[in-house]
């Protein structure tokens, strides 16, 4: 079975602190992808990256920058954390090919106070 | 502009009853239809893809099915189970993982 995991399941930071989340995944997927759940909408795609190095940005990439050195490791930075950033990190990865599936990490349930 | 809407919001059935939920799109170009299970503080789980030539696709007691010229698609659920409960969401793809446009999610409550 795909793994994907992130770093941790909850995070609690302060205003104006950087925040790194770290995401990995063991199947050699191309393809991996940051996203933003919150209440009532849905999710919203940060950043994606198809390659080692490459980066897109997506729907909200605002206040948000991306990193990808190693195939199997994909990490979100939040430069200057604000407090409309609380929310659930999502991250997933996928071979190459539009109707490949999308597997999941568990999430982070970021808040910032 | 390219929406997926999903009905009803929430739902609550009883165990070992069946249930459909609705996903209606505006996306183009269209290139496939998902749905995802996601139980509560976890990831979303793929449970079908269509394209559009498929009308239906089973997956144990769930089965989607796609109308692609009125952009409707439903979820099915047989005899649910207590672990059936979860959110439900549909995506659509324009034209690749890159541009998938998700609903909001349909939240399934199975009482025993």
């Known amino acids: 079975d795909v793994k994907v995991t992130q770093s941790s399941r909850y995070l609690v930071k302060r205003t104006g602190e950087k925040v790194f989340l770290e995401c990995v995944q063991d199947?050699?997927?191309?393809?991996m992808f940051w996203y933003r759940q919150d209440p009532g909408l849905g999710l919203r795609l940060i950043y994606f990256?198809?390659?080692?190095?490459?980066?897109e940005k997506g729907d909200i990439p605002e206040g948000y920058s991306v990193s990808r050195e190693k195939k199997e490791r994909f990490s979100l930075i939040l430069e200057s954390a604000s407090t409309n950033q609380t929310s659930m990190y999502l991250c997933?990865?996928?071979?190459?090919?539009?109707?490949?599936?999308?597997?999941f990490g568990s999430g982070t349930q970021l808040s910032v106070l | 502009k390219n929406q997926v809407e999903q009905s009803p919001q929430s739902l609550i059935i009883l165990e070992g009853k069946n249930c459909t939920l609705q996903?209606?799109?505006?996306?183009?170009?269209?290139?496939?239809l998902r749905w995802y299970k996601q139980d509560t503080g976890r990831g979303p789980v793929s449970l079908t893809i269509?394209?559009?030539s498929e009308n239906t696709k089973s997956n144990g007691r769930y089965t989607a099915t796609l109308d692609a010229d009125t952009k409707q698609s439903s979820l099915h659920i047989t005899a649910s189970q207590l672990s059936d409960s979860a959110s439900y969401i549909c995506?659509?793809?324009?034209?690749?993982?890159?541009?998938?446009?998700w609903g909001a999610g349909t939240k399934l409550i199975i009482k025993p």
């Open positions: 997933a990865s996928s071979k190459q090919g539009a109707g490949e599936k999308l597997f």
């Open positions: 199947m050699d997927h191309e393809n």
């Open positions: 990256s198809y390659d080692v190095k490459m980066k």
């Open positions: 996903c209606n799109y505006t996306v183009s170009p269209f290139s496939n």
């Open positions: 269509m394209t559009f």
């Open positions: 995506v659509v793809s324009a034209d690749s993982n890159y541009q998938l446009i």
